[in-house]
């Protein structure tokens, strides 16, 4: 079947310190892959995403870079900020309408 | 343009009661998705829709309810609310399938306890 597996946290960061975030999955043939982050109070938002093996998604200075070899899509910023303080879960989508989320990986960054 | 709305945004329920998550969006997307979100449990689709009367279960569906007679709105009815419904839930909405763009539109959450 269909499932993600993110690294638990929570992850605790000084201001400026570089961040990852491991996610792998299983999946059938080929399923595009998401980066969803949920600031506090707030529902969850699309960071990034990539659709194909080898594809770098990007945003606000996040990346995540597509490894079908090792079925990962590792969350990287390399020097993280207060804002960035949030929850952050890894998706996919197969076929058809379902999303599978990871359980999702709390950050606090702290100055 | 105010997305994907959901309310309530916190309510306690006895068990036994009934209630109706209420979500709205104006974005004309096709597709709706409710979800829960359960502490270290990630999310768990509920049930979607694909258009205006057409729903289908999502992994779990078991104590829940919806109708979208609408394009815009996608209710969620706990028929006999119980403590194992007790968690965070999302309405959710997209243009397409999310293969091409992926982008899931959430609301902001609806909080229920059962006691």
């Known amino acids: 079947g269909n499932s993600v597996t993110q690294m638990e946290g929570p992850v605790t960061l000084s201001e400026e310190a570089f961040l990852t975030i491991n996610c792998t999955y299983t999946?059938?043939?080929?399923?595009?892959l998401f980066w969803y982050v949920q600031y506090p109070g707030e529902g969850l938002q699309l960071l990034l995403k990539a659709t194909k093996a080898d594809d770098k998604g990007s945003n606000k200075g996040f990346e995540a870079t597509y490894r079908k070899e090792t079925t990962s899509f590792h969350l990287e910023k390399g020097s993280v900020q207060v804002s960035d303080s949030a929850v952050y879960f890894c998706a996919l989508i197969r076929t058809g309408n379902q999303f599978y989320f990871g359980t999702g990986t709390s950050l606090t960054v702290i100055p | 343009n105010a997305g994907v709305t959901q309310t309530p945004k916190f309510r306690i329920l006895k068990i036994g009661q009934s209630m109706t998550l209420q979500c709205t969006q104006d974005?004309?997307?096709?597709?709706m998705y409710w979800y829960r979100q359960d502490p270290g449990m990630g999310l768990k689709l509920i049930y979607y829709?694909?258009?205006?009367?057409?729903?289908d279960k999502g992994e779990v569906p078991n104590g829940y309810n919806v109708s979208r007679s609408t394009t815009e709105d996608f209710p969620l009815r706990l028929e006999l609310a119980a403590p194992s419904q007790t968690s965070v839930y999302f309405c959710?909405?997209?243009?397409?399938?999310?293969?091409?763009?992926?982008?899931?539109?959430f609301g902001e959450g609806s909080r229920l306890t059962v006691l």
């Open positions: 959710a909405s997209s243009y397409s399938s999310g293969g091409s763009s992926g982008e899931l539109f």
């Open positions: 829709s694909v258009g205006a009367g057409i729903t």
């Open positions: 974005m004309n997307h096709n597709y």
């Open positions: 999946a059938t043939g080929y399923p595009s």
